[in-house]
């Protein structure tokens, strides 16, 4: 391209400086030196012109050929979007399927085995209670019998006491002494019963609150879990998911 422009400048000096015509605006340039300097501007000239007339004279074929080939390009890209849209869409419902029949087996797990939890709590419940009755009646009746023990033995002493002009006032006060003790461990005893029942019965009543928070956490997830996967509720036939819906 600098050849090109170098001959074109000195073409146009030739024809600045020729030999002007009198009388008109014409000039004489020598027909030899304008010649070589346009055959340097054509030989100075790129092959891309050549091939960018080609192009432009075939513009209208190419761009039908680029038209057809996009709108092939779309149609196949359309055609594999569908299908595998289609794909997408089976695989999802087939997941969602699953999914639904493994949360319908686990919250069937979870209900038999909060049934079976809240089933061994009762028997519990119910061993530990009759257990500690049993336990707090031998207790009273082993005080009582005590007590009436105690008591007897304190009479006949007060009795053998009284026969005994010396000892009168010492066996009276011996025979208070005897009863006030005979009294003491009379309530001794009621009091151990009484602790022992109420021990018994608050370690069940811890062993069976944290079987329930374990039960009422199992079934909270459950909910929870049901809610997300879109049957809120429905599993569960109506209960609140806190398990202790099941201790009637």
Same mark, same amino acid.
């Given at each position: 391209?600098?050849?090109?422009?170098?001959?074109?400048?000195?073409? +146009?000096?030739?024809?600045?400086?020729?030999?002007?015509?009198?009388? =008109?605006? @014409?000039?004489?340039?020598?027909?030899?030196?304008?010649?070589?300097?346009?055959?340097?501007?054509?030989?100075?000239?790129?092959?891309?012109?050549?091939?960018?007339?080609? +192009?432009?004279?075939?513009?209208?074929?190419?761009?039908?050929?680029? =038209?057809?080939?996009?709108?092939? =390009?779309?149609?196949?890209?359309?055609? $594999?979007?569908?299908?595998?849209?289609?794909?997408?869409?089976?695989?999802?419902?087939?997941?969602?399927?699953?999914?639904?029949?493994?949360? $319908?087996?686990?919250?069937?797990?979870?209900?038999? $085995?909060?049934?079976?939890?809240?089933?061994? %709590?009762?028997?519990?419940?119910?061993?530990?209670?009759?257990?500690?009755?049993?336990?707090?009646?031998?207790?009273?009746?082993? %005080?009582?019998?005590?007590?009436?023990?105690?008591?007897?033995?304190?009479?006949?002493?007060?009795?053998?006491?009284?026969?005994?002009?010396?000892?009168?006032?010492?066996?009276?006060?011996?025979?208070?002494?005897?009863?006030?003790?005979?009294?003491?461990?009379?309530?001794?005893?009621?009091?151990?019963?009484?602790?022992?029942?109420?021990?018994?019965?608050?370690?069940? $009543?811890?062993?069976?609150?944290?079987?329930?928070?374990?039960?009422?956490?199992?079934?909270? @997830?459950?909910?929870?879990?049901?809610?997300?996967?879109?049957?809120?509720?429905?599993?569960? @036939?109506?209960?609140?998911? =806190?398990?202790?819906?099941?201790?009637?």
């Amino acid at each position: 391209m600098y050849r090109v422009f170098e001959s074109l400048d000195a073409l +146009v000096t030739v024809v600045e400086e020729a030999r002007g015509v009198p009388m =008109t605006s @014409n000039c004489v340039v020598p027909r030899g030196d304008v010649l070589d300097l346009l055959d340097d501007v054509r030989e100075a000239l790129p092959g891309e012109l050549d091939d960018a007339q080609d +192009v432009l004279d075939r513009r209208d074929e190419i761009v039908d050929d680029a =038209t057809q080939e996009a709108e092939q =390009t779309r149609s196949g890209a359309q055609a $594999e979007a569908e299908q595998l849209v289609s794909d997408a869409r089976e695989e999802a419902e087939r997941l969602l399927a699953e999914a639904r029949a493994e949360a $319908e087996q686990t919250v069937a797990r979870a209900r038999h $085995e909060a049934e079976r939890a809240v089933a061994e %709590g009762r028997r519990q419940y119910a061993e530990l209670t009759d257990r500690a009755q049993a336990d707090a009646e031998r207790i009273a009746h082993a %005080g009582r019998a005590a007590h009436d023990r105690y008591v007897a033995d304190g009479q006949a002493e007060q009795a053998r006491l009284v026969s005994q002009s010396e000892v009168v006032r010492a066996a009276q006060a011996e025979a208070a002494r005897i009863v006030d003790s005979a009294d003491a461990e009379a309530e001794r005893l009621r009091q151990e019963c009484d602790g022992y029942v109420d021990a018994k019965l608050a370690e069940f $009543e811890d062993a069976l609150g944290k079987a329930l928070r374990t039960i009422s956490r199992g079934r909270s @997830n459950l909910w929870r879990g049901g809610q997300q996967n879109g049957a809120a509720g429905v599993g569960l @036939n109506g209960r609140s998911g =806190t398990g202790m819906d099941l201790i009637d």
